[in-house]
């Protein structure tokens, strides 16, 4: 079983996806893969180098995710040619490892699970929603601008079209409790298919 977990940043799909490995899930977050990718893949840095300029390199020859974050969420054509590098090693890590361990549940959270057509590769696809007063506020508290989290907010698939597409939807407004009490439930009707 492979739930394929999205929504739009700052709705607290890491939040879920914490509650979800409580509950005996394996969880893979896609976002945590992309990190790894731009911090120790030397194919990737020569790639990323390749098409960005040192201009997001330190002197020690590390990516600064702040400064390609900035370059490529201002430049549509940017982040597509980040994405073209990142995106197909991104989903073969998670593949194999959903592969090496077949009998267990899994949690993937894929950001853009809608907007990559990756919905194919799970068994069901779960989207976590909230108000977008909520996600701005808790995009300011990781330090981003207003503008920059509307900018980000901008980049993705509206929320409303991803919960018309997902099969299950978690709204994320409210407490921790009422988070974990969504994806008890959710997981109860899973298992009794």
Same mark, same amino acid.
């Given at each position: ?12 799909? #890491?939040? @879920? ?19 790894? +990718?731009? !911090?120790?893949?030397?194919?990737? /840095? ?8 040192? #201009? ?31 995106? *197909?090693?991104?989903?073969?890590? =998670? ?8 009998? /267990?549940? =899994? +949690?993937? %959270?894929? *950001?853009?699970?809608? %907007?990559?057509? +990756?919905? /194919?590769?799970?068994?069901? $696809?779960?989207?976590? $929603?909230?108000?977008? %007063? ?10 981003? $601008? ?7 907010? !901008? ?10 597409? @997902? ?7 409210? #407490? ?7 994806? $008890?439930?959710?997981? /109860?009707?899973?298992? #009794?298919?």
């Amino acid at each position: 079983m492979v739930l394929g977990l999205t929504g739009n940043i700052g709705c607290g799909k #890491s939040t @879920a996806g914490r509650i979800f490995e409580e509950q005996g899930y394996g969880r893979i977050d896609c976002d945590e893969i992309v990190r790894e +990718l731009l !911090s120790n893949d030397d194919k990737v /840095k020569a790639e990323v180098l390749s098409v960005f300029s040192k #201009s997001v390199f330190d002197e020690g020859g590390q990516i600064l995710r702040k400064e390609l974050a900035s370059v490529v969420f201002s430049d549509a054509e940017a982040l597509k040619e980040l994405e073209n590098i990142l995106h *197909p090693r991104v989903n073969r890590i =998670w593949n194999e490892q959903v592969r090496k361990e077949e009998t /267990k549940p =899994w +949690l993937v %959270e894929i *950001p853009l699970l809608f %907007e990559r057509n +990756l919905e /194919k590769n799970v068994d069901f $696809t779960v989207c976590i $929603t909230c108000d977008q %007063e909520v996600q701005i506020s808790r995009l300011t508290q990781r330090g981003m $601008t207003p503008d920059e989290a509307n900018q980000r907010i !901008s980049r993705q698939i509206p929320l409303v079209r991803k919960v018309e597409l @997902a099969d299950y939807v978690l709204l994320n407004n409210g #407490s921790l409790f009422f988070l974990k009490d969504q994806i $008890t439930q959710l997981i /109860k009707s899973i298992n #009794s298919l």
